[in-house]
């Protein structure tokens, strides 16, 4: 296990991606510590919009960069990636807390982009490089926001959620497949493995890999889903916000 990139490009479970990921879970733990210190007060709205106003300040931000300063390029500026729609999901779900946003940042941000933590689809130089902080910037605050709203407000997921998560994800895969075969690009590596490790070098070749990722996704998230909604109704129902 290399401790750092010999030629100063980032490594995956190199010293920096380590020390991202104890930033990661001092930062979860602070974050639910100050939802549920707050929870049902005047300063949880002002917080949770006050985070969802800094993400989306990080995030457009990135985007802009990406798209008119640095090397723009059809394949990687344009904001297709889940993980890219994320960040203002998650800025929504902060602000308004409405339950069927809050169902998008609780399945995508927990999952497909708490996976970029393990995987990092990341290649460029290493800290404190800009594109380092962007990347995992944008990735540390998406799932904090789901933590958040999870852990610390207690909003809570149900099935009504999944079907909401799993219909508006379906829609997205199907524009970005078409877009894809359209312009040649890969968002969404829908229609080809990235280039770096992942967890769909397990699942066998393109298109094949499809269809076991769907069904890790469907069943991932219902596993997600049903401890929630072993529990009592009500209290669950007072976490909704409409």
């Not at 802009?64 to 904001?79: A, K, Q, R």
């Not at 999901?89 to 807390?97: E, F, G, H, I």
């Not at 359209?182 to 969404?188: D, F, H, Q």
Request: net charge positive.
């Amino acid at each position: 296990m290399n401790l750092r990139a010999a030629d100063g490009e980032f490594s995956a479970y190199g010293l920096s991606h380590w020390l991202v990921l104890v930033v990661f879970a001092l930062g979860a733990v602070a974050f639910v510590a100050i939802g549920r210190g707050h929870r049902d007060t005047p300063a949880a709205r002002r917080f949770s919009r006050s985070f969802g106003a800094v993400l989306l300040t990080v995030h457009l931000s990135v985007q802009v960069f990406s798209m008119t300063l640095s090397d723009w390029g059809i394949e990687h500026s344009i904001p297709l990636h889940l993980s890219d729609l994320a960040g203002f999901v998650a800025a929504y779900a902060l602000w308004s807390r409405r339950h069927w946003v809050f169902s998008l940042a609780y399945y995508w941000c927990l999952t497909l982009s708490a996976q970029a933590l393990i995987f990092p689809v990341l290649t460029s130089p290493d800290f404190p490089h800009r594109e380092f902080i962007a990347f995992w910037g944008m990735h540390l605050l998406v799932v904090w926001a789901a933590i958040y709203l999870t852990w610390g407000l207690g909003m809570r997921p149900d099935w009504r959620s999944y079907r909401v998560a799993v219909t508006i994800t379906a829609c997205w895969a199907a524009a970005a497949m078409i877009f894809n075969a359209v312009v040649g690009t890969n968002y969404g590596f829908l229609n080809r493995k990235p280039e770096t490790t992942s967890l769909l070098d397990v699942l066998g070749p393109w298109p094949w890999y499809l269809i076991p990722e769907v069904a890790l996704v469907l069943l991932v998230w219902a596993l997600m889903t049903w401890p929630w909604v072993r529990r009592s109704g009500p209290a669950r129902e007072r976490a909704r916000e409409f």
